[in-house]
């Protein structure tokens, strides 16, 4: 065998195979091939002592999968470490590079930002080394994510009851929580408007002696509708003609945001078709990724998908439609280290390709397509129009807007959000006084800041700039999941636990769970991976201060008392009280240790209501109990089917090999590949 080439997914792993000749063999990790160990001081895997030296172990069930890759290592000339074009591939191809034994002569490292036969030619010509600043980068995330997560997960657990903690995770929790206090304590505040109805229009009360009008009572309102009469004079006519520029093409938080508005996705929906897009289709004659990479926080357009989409867009529109690459706005914490979400090929229509792809995989890709296509085409062009009327000095305004050029709303409309108000020709009038049918007046009450949505939060966090847009759709599925916030009307609530899990992290954790620290901690990761801070430095920096912080809640945060059941424990006399263990809620003494007693589970074995679909039959996965009464999710199929877990199912599955996503150790992972 002459080249091995390592992907991180199977079904990437196919579709590349097919674009290369036959002295290669394409085969997949599966995602991480180790992680660190659960061992040593509090289970870190981390050695606190000795600069943070971390101990890599292979994740459990991965054993097989990196002896067969051993196995071909050994047997190859040459090895090309092919994982995803960002920090986390970069470390898995370090990891698969050191647990595979490869020698520094024998590897090259590639990356394919597109799953095309051209630009996989083309990437394993262009071949590098693995950057090792980057993968110190995505490195010292991974510590940081570990030391937080798991000594703050375990303090939670211990004192409130609550599942997890993190270090992205609760802050994003805490503004979820802020809003909704914020809204509780939000005192709405009255003010009324005055509308005059013409025919075709209506004009709104906005001045009075050219002063802003206020006005805060019914009483008011209609001491001023006394004053009014229902001719008007037509003041001033202003017309102007507009542009309005198409948005920039995707970056991964835009996509989630558009396709939760637009298509009613949630983010890890939104990700594991988006990767499926990536990773490659079959079409009538050939395998084929139809998007770029789809983590980035880029918008930038190669200039060779510029040149065909002008060329597209003059052939299909006409000239006057070919605009320019809008470029967005440059972010302080973007990486840009490769383009936006663009389809891999201007020429793959939507509906030319509509029959190879599930309906929910047409909509993304449709969205993806039209929003890169409409970010090349030219401006729509307006005339704006604003008319005012004078009456007894109470100035009243109304706008409007003509379309004289659709330009990219030719083909963006039906994701557009504004529509044309169309006012009459008031120059064509032969008098300046105008007649209203009516003058209403109309109350209002001011309202609070609106509930996150997914989008809104997924906006709200990248522009605050915590987190990286990659990890966004598990932060808010392990929100959801760990019962820290509820989904109404598409908006987040946060629960009583999610509220007391915030109070209690900013009793203690405010220096360190809040946006500003957060923020900061992103950056000192970016200059890691950029060789401009040295990743030991940043994590003492980070230790020293947390450290203690810990030590001071573990001796003084105060516990919260178990749930009395009502019962009394027939031992002792004592209450019985409900306690949280390994496999969930059990009831027991409260006088323990002083008395064991432990109520006995129904030893039969129950099933619920669905979780998850079943991957291996599709059937209904179900909670049951053992004989013992522990818990475990199954096929409701069982015996025909077999597939079990002791970890509940998410409901949503791994974007890299389709297996079910569960909660394991307080994170939300494939057990298949442990994505």
Same mark, same amino acid.
């Given at each position: 065998?002459?080249?091995?080439?390592?992907?991180?997914?199977?079904?990437?792993?196919?579709?590349?195979?097919?674009?290369?000749?036959?002295?290669?063999?394409?085969?997949?990790?599966?995602?991480?091939?180790?992680?660190?160990?659960?061992?040593?001081?509090?289970?870190?895997?981390?050695?606190?002592?000795?600069?943070?030296?971390?101990?890599?172990?292979?994740?459990?069930?991965?054993?097989?999968?990196?002896?067969?890759?051993?196995?071909?290592?050994?047997?190859?000339?040459?090895?090309?470490?092919?994982? &995803?074009?960002?920090?986390?591939?970069?470390?898995?191809?370090?990891?698969?590079?050191?647990?595979?034994?490869?020698?520094?002569?024998?590897?090259?490292?590639?990356?394919?930002?597109?799953?095309?036969?051209?630009?996989?030619?083309?990437?394993?010509?262009?071949?590098?080394?693995?950057?090792?600043?980057?993968?110190?980068?995505?490195?010292?995330?991974?510590?940081?994510?570990?030391?937080?997560?798991?000594?703050?997960?375990?303090?939670?657990?211990?004192?409130?009851?609550?599942?997890?903690?993190?270090?992205?995770?609760?802050?994003?929790?805490?503004?979820?929580?802020?809003?909704?206090?914020?809204?509780?304590?939000?005192?709405?505040?009255?003010?009324?408007?005055?509308?005059?109805?013409?025919?075709?229009?209506?004009?709104?009360?906005?001045?009075?002696?050219?002063?802003?009008?206020?006005?805060?009572?019914?009483?008011?309102?209609?001491?001023?509708?006394?004053?009014?009469?229902?001719?008007?004079?037509?003041?001033?006519?202003?017309?102007?003609?507009?542009?309005?520029?198409?948005?920039?093409?995707?970056?991964?938080?835009?996509?989630?945001?558009?396709?939760?508005?637009?298509?009613?996705?949630?983010?890890?929906?939104?990700?594991?078709?988006?990767?499926?897009?990536?990773?490659?289709?079959?079409?009538?004659?050939?395998?084929?990724?139809?998007?770029?990479?789809?983590?980035?926080?880029?918008?930038?357009?190669?200039?060779?998908?510029?040149?065909?989409?002008?060329?597209?867009?003059?052939?299909?529109?006409?000239?006057?439609?070919?605009?320019?690459?809008?470029?967005?706005?440059?972010?302080?914490?973007?990486?840009?280290?490769?383009?936006?979400?663009?389809?891999?090929?201007?020429?793959?229509?939507?509906?030319?390709?509509?029959?190879?792809?599930?309906?929910?995989?047409?909509?993304?890709?449709?969205?993806?397509?039209?929003?890169?296509?409409?970010?090349?085409?030219?401006?729509?062009?307006?005339?704006?129009?604003?008319?005012?009327?004078?009456?007894?000095?109470?100035?009243?305004?109304?706008?409007?807007?003509?379309?004289?050029?659709?330009?990219?709303?030719?083909?963006?409309?039906?994701?557009?959000?504004?529509?044309?108000?169309?006012?009459?020709?008031?120059?064509?009038?032969?008098?300046?006084?105008?007649?209203?049918?009516?003058?209403?007046?109309?109350?209002?009450?001011?309202?609070?800041?609106?509930?996150?949505?997914?989008?809104?939060?997924?906006?709200?966090?990248?522009?605050?700039?915590?987190?990286?847009?990659?990890?966004?759709?598990?932060?808010?599925?392990?929100?959801?999941?760990?019962?820290?916030?509820?989904?109404?009307?598409?908006?987040?609530?946060?629960?009583?636990?999610?509220?007391?899990?915030?109070?209690?992290?900013?009793?203690?954790?405010?220096?360190?769970?809040?946006?500003?620290?957060?923020?900061?901690?992103?950056?000192?990761?970016?200059?890691?991976?950029?060789?401009?801070?040295?990743?030991?430095?940043?994590?003492?920096?980070?230790? &020293?201060?947390?450290?203690?912080?810990?030590?001071?809640?573990?001796?003084?945060?105060?516990?919260?008392?178990?749930?009395?059941?009502?019962?009394?424990?027939?031992?002792?006399?004592?209450?019985?009280?409900?306690?949280?263990?390994?496999?969930?809620?059990?009831?027991?003494?409260?006088?323990?240790?002083?008395?064991?007693?432990?109520?006995?589970?129904?030893?039969?074995?129950?099933?619920?209501?669905?979780?998850?679909?079943?991957?291996?039959?599709?059937?209904?996965?179900?909670?049951?109990?053992?004989?013992?009464?522990?818990?475990?999710?199954?096929?409701?199929?069982?015996?025909?089917?077999?597939?079990?877990?002791?970890?509940?199912?998410?409901?949503?599955?791994?974007?890299?090999?389709?297996?079910?996503?569960?909660?394991?150790?307080?994170?939300?992972?494939?057990?298949?590949?442990?994505?």
């Amino acid at each position: 065998m002459k080249n091995v080439v390592i992907v991180e997914s199977p079904a990437k792993s196919k579709t590349i195979e097919k674009y290369l000749a036959g002295d290669y063999k394409v085969v997949s990790s599966k995602g991480h091939i180790r992680d660190l160990a659960t061992t040593g001081k509090y289970g870190l895997g981390v050695d606190l002592d000795n600069d943070f030296k971390p101990n890599y172990v292979v994740i459990k069930g991965k054993n097989k999968d990196v002896k067969e890759l051993k196995k071909l290592v050994e047997s190859a000339d040459h090895i090309y470490l092919a994982t &995803d074009p960002d920090r986390e591939g970069e470390i898995i191809s370090w990891h698969l590079k050191e647990e595979l034994g490869i020698p520094e002569e024998k590897y090259d490292r590639v990356t394919f930002r597109e799953i095309t036969k051209d630009t996989v030619l083309k990437s394993i010509k262009e071949h590098a080394k693995i950057d090792m600043d980057l993968v110190k980068g995505a490195e010292t995330r991974r510590i940081l994510d570990r030391i937080i997560g798991f000594r703050l997960s375990k303090l939670m657990q211990y004192k409130t009851g609550g599942k997890s903690a993190g270090r992205v995770q609760s802050v994003a929790l805490k503004l979820i929580v802020d809003r909704e206090r914020e809204i509780l304590a939000f005192v709405p505040k009255e003010y009324w408007t005055i509308e005059a109805d013409f025919k075709d229009y209506t004009a709104e009360l906005v001045k009075y002696k050219n002063k802003d009008i206020e006005i805060n009572s019914e009483l008011e309102a209609d001491e001023i509708l006394s004053k009014l009469s229902n001719s008007f004079t037509i003041k001033d006519i202003e017309e102007k003609d507009k542009k309005k520029a198409a948005r920039e093409v995707f970056k991964t938080s835009t996509l989630q945001q558009m396709a939760s508005n637009r298509l009613n996705f949630a983010a890890s929906k939104t990700m594991k078709i988006a990767q499926k897009l990536y990773e490659g289709v079959d079409l009538q004659n050939e395998t084929a990724g139809l998007i770029t990479y789809m983590r980035t926080d880029s918008v930038r357009l190669s200039d060779e998908f510029i040149s065909s989409t002008k060329a597209y867009i003059k052939k299909t529109y006409g000239d006057e439609y070919v605009g320019y690459a809008k470029v967005g706005k440059k972010n302080a914490n973007m990486q840009d280290a490769h383009e936006g979400i663009r389809p891999t090929s201007i020429n793959r229509t939507p509906e030319s390709i509509k029959a190879y792809l599930s309906t929910d995989e047409y909509k993304l890709y449709k969205l993806i397509y039209i929003r890169a296509l409409a970010s090349i085409m030219a401006d729509a062009k307006v005339k704006a129009t604003t008319v005012t009327f004078l009456n007894n000095d109470y100035l009243f305004k109304t706008t409007g807007s003509v379309l004289t050029f659709d330009g990219y709303l030719k083909v963006y409309s039906e994701y557009e959000d504004s529509e044309d108000k169309i006012l009459p020709n008031f120059k064509d009038y032969k008098s300046n006084v105008v007649v209203a049918s009516s003058i209403n007046k109309y109350q209002h009450f001011t309202k609070p800041a609106s509930r996150y949505t997914e989008a809104s939060l997924i906006k709200e966090l990248e522009s605050l700039g915590i987190g990286r847009p990659s990890t966004y759709a598990t932060i808010i599925s392990t929100l959801k999941d760990h019962d820290y916030v509820k989904v109404e009307e598409k908006k987040f609530v946060p629960t009583e636990m999610g509220m007391e899990t915030t109070d209690k992290l900013q009793e203690y954790f405010s220096d360190i769970i809040n946006v500003k620290y957060t923020a900061s901690m992103e950056s000192d990761l970016d200059d890691i991976a950029e060789a401009k801070k040295d990743n030991i430095k940043v994590l003492h920096e980070f230790y &020293d201060k947390f450290a203690p912080i810990m030590d001071d809640a573990l001796k003084n945060m105060e516990k919260k008392a178990p749930v009395s059941t009502g019962e009394i424990c027939p031992e002792c006399g004592g209450d019985l009280v409900i306690r949280k263990g390994k496999f969930g809620e059990f009831v027991a003494c409260s006088n323990y240790p002083k008395c064991k007693y432990i109520q006995k589970a129904k030893k039969e074995v129950t099933e619920t209501e669905k979780i998850a679909e079943c991957p291996k039959c599709h059937k209904d996965i179900v909670a049951r109990r053992t004989k013992k009464g522990k818990i475990f999710y199954g096929c409701s199929g069982y015996p025909k089917c077999d597939y079990a877990t002791w970890y509940k199912p998410t409901g949503d599955v791994c974007p890299k090999c389709g297996n079910l996503l569960v909660n394991k150790n307080n994170n939300v992972v494939c057990e298949h590949c442990d994505n």
